[in-house]
């Protein structure tokens, strides 16, 4: 089931520091900041050889990172995305082994346009889990 890596989310306060973090000490190239109002975010999207990294900064009052930032107040890594190529069939399977798809339980469009859903931390080593159709 489990596929390529997709991304490595990093939540950040400040996404213009973050942003010159990545691209003046690593010399990152960065997508501009783009607001994702369904989403609760602003990401920054830096393309690396073999996978993706996103800074996400929150947006508006309801973001779903914002309670991750009150106990993470300088930022740390949020969640990883993996691909898997027919999300539909990996969400019952994970349901048949007792894994729990946060919110209504079914995919959703993410960031990229593609279906996603998350999995419970407790689930998965205390890691939030993305998993996002290939
Ligand atoms: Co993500």
């Known amino acids: 089931m489990i596929g390529r890596l997709n991304h490595v989310a990093i939540a950040v306060p400040d996404l213009t520091a973050a942003s010159a973090t990545y691209r003046d000490m690593l010399g ?12 609760g975010v602003t990401t920054v999207f830096i393309e690396l050889p073999n996978t993706k990294i996103e800074l996400l900064e929150p947006l508006g009052a309801e973001s779903p990172i914002a309670k991750f930032l009150e106990r993470n107040p300088n930022g740390g890594i949020h969640h990883i995305c993996y691909e898997v190529d027919d999300i539909g069939a990996a969400a ?22 593609k279906p996603v859903l998350f999995l419970h931390p407790k689930d998965f080593c205390g890691t939030l889990v993305e998993l996002e159709q290939a």
């Open 92 to 113: 019952r399977s994970l349901v048949e082994k007792g894994a729990r798809i946060l919110g209504d339980g079914t995919p959703k469009i993410g960031a990229h346009g």
């Open 28 to 39: 990152a190239v960065l997508s501009d900041a783009v607001p994702q109002p369904d989403h």
